[in-house]
């Protein structure tokens, strides 16, 4: 006998397949944020490591959750009093995100706090963060720091800038090296305006930050563009050489971490045997091979790749755009040519 006030058969599977959908939504949004507070607000909880290149997976997925939070107008609290360890991609990554929702003509309502653990608020403080945000404290000057800059195109005073931080720090004065580093940069620059973007994307931009790192006597250095990635333009721009590399490795299909790793190597290039608008990658490999820099990792959609490893790994959460991070040791650099 029909009860009279239960739901028919359709309507009773119907809600068992939305209450499933519900719990698993439950199971992943705990893992991200508490849910709302009592401002009404959705609470981020930021990951111990706050790195992109040491914590990808975790730090993309919890970006892509805030992502979505502001897409859909809702209010966002950055609780980040469990950071333990920070790196300064993570501030680009933050900056580029909420950059990119303003450029979108969203609205944003975002606030937060600072970790507990002193030296993570300091690198916070000093990385320029506040210079991009509307906040009570002030970015606190150290010459330990070339903040965060961002920009759309080349910038070749700005690039002379890094190459005097560098040389700062390092000891050093300039020389043959000088060419190869600044190079490098204008590289980025010039790569993240002619191979991220088409005619359509108009939020084509650049960030970066570098640190000196006396006790571990480096000078580190980040770089991401918001373009569509390494292994979307390859895949665009030089489709048939992506299949006949698949085919002669055996392969169905390249992986966006192995994309990365052949770019960097060089695979792709015109019928001039050109590389494609610029050395690009390439050209920082050879620079890395020849030690004028150390520990390049390059992180790109859902790839990544650590030259001092030789190892790529696949990510489970799409990075949108382009990181790389390298480093100037001081003992490399003294003994590069």
Not at 56 to 83: G, H, R
Not at 239 to 254: F, S
């Amino acid at each position: 006998m029909k009860k009279i006030f239960g739901p028919s058969e359709p309507r009773k599977r119907q809600l068992i397949f939305i209450r499933r959908k519900f719990r698993r939504s439950v199971r992943i949004s705990k893992i991200i944020y508490y849910g709302k507070d009592q401002h009404d607000r959705y609470v981020i909880n930021c990951p111990p490591a706050f790195s992109v290149v040491d914590n990808p997976n975790e730090m993309v997925s919890t970006f892509a959750k805030v992502e979505e939070l502001i897409y859909n107008n809702k209010k966002v609290f950055f609780n980040m009093t469990k950071i333990k360890t920070i790196t300064l991609d993570a501030v680009l990554y933050l900056l580029a995100l909420l950059d990119r929702a303003k450029k979108a003509k969203y609205i944003l309502n975002i606030s937060g706090n600072l970790p507990l653990d002193r030296k993570c608020k300091e690198t916070i403080g000093k990385s320029g963060f506040y210079d991009f945000v509307v906040s009570k404290s002030a970015t606190i000057t150290s010459s330990d720091y070339f903040t965060v800059r961002n920009g759309e195109k080349s910038d070749s005073p700005l690039a002379n800038d890094v190459l005097d931080f560098v040389y700062r720090h390092t000891g050093q004065e300039r020389d043959l090296k000088s060419r190869r580093i600044y190079n490098i940069i204008i590289e980025c620059m010039v790569n993240t305006w002619h191979h991220a973007y088409d005619s359509s994307h108009k939020t084509n931009q650049w960030w970066m930050i570098a640190s000196n790192e006396k006790d571990k006597k480096r000078v580190r250095f980040y770089f991401f563009d918001t373009g569509k990635g390494i292994p979307t333009t390859v895949a665009k721009n030089f489709g048939d050489m992506v299949g006949a590399l698949a085919k002669k490795l055996k392969l169905k299909k390249l992986r966006d971490g192995a994309l990365i790793k052949s770019a960097l190597d060089g695979e792709f290039r015109t019928s001039t045997r050109q590389h494609h608008r610029g050395k690009g990658l390439p050209s920082m490999k050879e620079t890395y091979n020849t030690k004028n820099i150390s520990d390049l990792i390059v992180i790109s959609n859902r790839g990544m790749y650590r030259c001092a490893m030789g190892e790529t790994i696949e990510l489970k959460h799409r990075f949108k755009g382009t990181l790389l991070a390298w480093e100037f040791s001081y003992s490399d650099f003294k003994e590069a040519s």
